[in-house]
């Protein structure tokens, strides 16, 4: 094979065991090209074309969609590496994408049809790519409803649907389960171990529930986070908690989160923490993000090291949600929205005093607190962040740390889903 020449890349790729069998019978020629290492048969060959699926063909692709946007005059979101803008007849034209599915908007339709025809024209060649005009657009496994002015529905009942159908149990139009989790959810794993078969089921149903959970169905989040903690050794509760939120996705199959937004300049959280709730008496945090209908961004996390008290679990809960905090508003100023209120709500006073004086209030009981947890003082100093004093029963946090019931359930699902139909 033939060196490189000067500045040329290269990629090479090592094919062995079956593969290379495989490859023999599909292209006979292949074969003279074998050479044995440690007795087995290996074919090196080099990559002309990026191969899909693989890390390097994705990195390849993202190196020459970029460069070739970059060119068009776009600039990249530095907080983001895959949102990109560009002001097109004095309106922002945002591109962003994930590998090859890709989202261009922009006030002037004339424009995303300018976009789509470069696109085809610089990467529809072998073949041409497939463009979806209108106000519902399939992305990434979501259904993305803009029908109604100034909402944005996304759904994932497909997902949800394809989700049920691969699981093992069966429900029925008689199958009635009003929350994702009992009360028991957070107690240790009971009974024995799952068999391999159903231990990969609960494993790959975690995962597709992971997914699902951060997207449509942010009601199970707190549920799936629980369960993904028992991915390793999950024995016979955790499946029975699985079952029990596989059936409440059943029942809420059509359910959907509707975003609205009051003003894209003002921010709200939640902040909360569930006190020593784990059986290892660490405490579990939550957090929500809205701006206006709907929760933008949901959080729920087991807190990696123990508390003496629902405050310093408070505060341990800050610093688990604060690096969002600060993206999230450097991400929207990027995007041309500065943020003129970055609000936190909590429902402890003792931690919103603790967050805004920093170590200079502490007392005898909260004088060990690390000084890393007191990196919100700085932010509030700053004018990055402004605490507010949040009662405990609008807390809607408070539906991310722990396994609600009841009306208090269906309540903060309400606010966090947004409106149904």
């Known amino acids: 094979m033939p060196d490189a020449k000067e ?7 090592k094919i062995t065991g079956m593969m290379v069998q495989i490859l023999i019978d599909m292209a006979p020629e292949y074969c003279k090209y074998v050479v044995l290492e440690n007795r087995k048969r290996v074919i090196y060959v080099r990559v002309l074309r990026a191969i899909y699926g693989m890390l390097q063909s994705s990195l390849l692709f993202y ?40 989202m261009s908007s922009h006030m002037g ?51 949800v649907k394809n989700m049920l159908e691969d699981f093992p149990v069966k429900f029925n139009k008689d199958s009635k389960q009003e929350t994702p989790a009992g009360n028991d959810l957070l107690d240790a794993g009971k009974g024995k171990l799952l068999n391999a078969e159903y231990c990969q089921i609960f494993h790959t149903t975690v995962a597709r529930g992971l997914y699902v959970s951060k997207r449509a169905c942010l009601d199970i989040h ?28 059943f029942c809420t199959s059509l359910y959907h989160l509707t975003l609205s937004a009051e003003s894209l300049r003002v921010m709200k959280w939640m902040i909360d923490a569930s006190f020593a709730v784990h059986p290892d008496f660490k405490s579990h945090t939550g957090g929500t993000l809205s701006f206006g209908g709907g929760a933008a961004q949901v959080m729920s996390k087991k807190q990696k090291l123990n508390s003496r008290s629902s405050m310093e679990a408070e505060l341990i809960a800050v610093d688990d949600v604060v690096t969002m905090i600060l993206w999230t508003k450097l991400f929207m100023e990027w995007q ?23 170590r200079k209030s502490v007392g005898k009981r909260s004088r060990a607190i690390n000084i ?8 509030v100093e700053k004018g990055n962040v402004k605490i507010k004093y949040c009662p405990t029963d609008d807390m809607i946090a408070d539906f991310m740390t722990k396994p609600l019931q009841g009306e208090k359930f269906c309540k903060f699902r309400d606010l966090i889903l947004g409106p149904q139909d």
Not at 7 to 13: I, K, L, W
Not at 72 to 91: I, L, M
Not at 129 to 134: A, E, F, L, T
Not at 372 to 379: E, G, M, V
Request: aromatic fraction near 12%; include cysteine.
């Open 336 to 358: 041309g929205y500065p943020i003129e209120k970055n609000i936190l709500y909590q429902d402890n006073k003792s931690a919103i005093l603790l967050e805004e004086n920093g």
């Open 63 to 102: 190196n020459q969609f970029r460069s070739d946007l970059e060119a068009k005059g776009f600039v990249f979101n530095p907080y983001d590496p895959c949102v990109a803008n560009k002001v097109v007849n004095e309106k922002q034209q945002t591109i962003r994408f994930h590998v090859d599915d890709l």
């Open 372 to 379: 890393c947890y007191f990196f919100i003082t700085d932010q």
């Open 222 to 249: 707190p549920t799936i986070t629980i369960l993904a903690s028992r991915v390793r050794e999950p024995t016979e509760s955790d499946w029975k908690k699985c079952v029990c939120m596989m059936r409440y996705l």
């Open 7 to 13: 500045g040329e890349d290269r990629v090479y790729m």
């Open 109 to 159: 339709p004339k424009v995303n049809d300018e976009f789509a025809e470069w696109l085809n024209m610089r990467y529809g060649l072998i073949q041409p790519c497939k463009i979806v005009r209108g106000k519902i657009h399939r992305y990434l496994g979501m259904t993305l409803d803009f029908l109604v002015k100034e909402k944005l529905k996304i759904r994932m009942d497909d997902y």
